[in-house]
């Protein structure tokens, strides 16, 4: 009984080797946050720059405040609103067992 010997491996080199997938480009989650939370401060600025404005007469139209203040407090509520679930998911990993 003859055994035929394996031919060349070197045609198979590499095929184990898929290529890696590489991750999102972009602003990552930390970057996102950190925009979201200088807009949030810029927002709250303009808010209080107004509120001066509309108690010493400077504002002519106290609607511009009233929008200000409104605009600062939905993105007040929706940074909380992400920072909660965030902290939620982070509860939910550490309670995974490993």
């Keep these: 009984m003859s055994i035929s010997p394996i031919g060349s491996l070197g045609a198979l080199q590499g095929v184990g ?5 590489q991750g999102p480009q972009g ?7 950190a925009n979201g939370l200088e807009k949030l401060d810029q927002l709250q600025k303009v808010s209080d ?5 509309a ?5 002519t139209d106290v609607h511009d405040y009233t929008i200000a203040a409104n605009e600062a407090a939905v ?4 940074t909380v609103a992400v920072r909660n679930k965030a902290v939620e998911a982070f509860t939910e990993i550490m309670r995974m067992p490993v």
């Design 75 to 78: 993105a007040t509520q929706l």
């Design 55 to 59: 108690v010493t007469g400077q504002l």
């Design 27 to 33: 602003a990552g989650f930390g970057q996102a946050m």
């Design 49 to 53: 720059t107004k509120a001066v404005q």
């Design 17 to 21: 080797q898929a290529a890696r997938p």
